[in-house]
């Protein structure tokens, strides 16, 4: 009977990269959930620096400040889209393509 090392001998390699992988793409849908609940109000409160707290006080001076809305909209962007870029080319990897 094997002993509870031969799981980590043999699963957890076999396991690793795809877990790696998964992670890495989560982080995307984990930053647009934290946002977009903090946007409506169901997250954390005004003194804490959130993207979504942000976006929120924006948009009600839109016309006036459009920076206020921008930027943190281009950040919550181009941090989603670099998760997105890098979990695809680690499961690329992962699964021995080269592109």
């Known amino acids: ?31 647009l959930a934290a946002a977009g609940l903090s946007f409506l109000g169901l997250g954390p409160t005004e003194p804490t620096p959130e993207w979504g707290l ?8 839109l016309a006036q400040a459009w920076w206020v809305a921008v930027f943190p909209g281009a ?14 080319t680690l499961r690329a990897r992962a699964e021995g393509r080269t592109t």
């Open 1 to 31: 009977m094997p002993g509870p090392l031969a799981f980590l001998r043999h699963v957890v390699p076999g396991v690793a990269g795809s877990l790696s992988v998964l992670a890495v793409i989560g982080i995307g849908s984990s930053i």
């Open 54 to 61: 942000m976006l929120a006080g924006g948009r009600n001076v």
């Open 75 to 88: 950040a919550i962007t181009l941090t989603v889209l670099s998760a997105t870029v890098i979990g695809r």
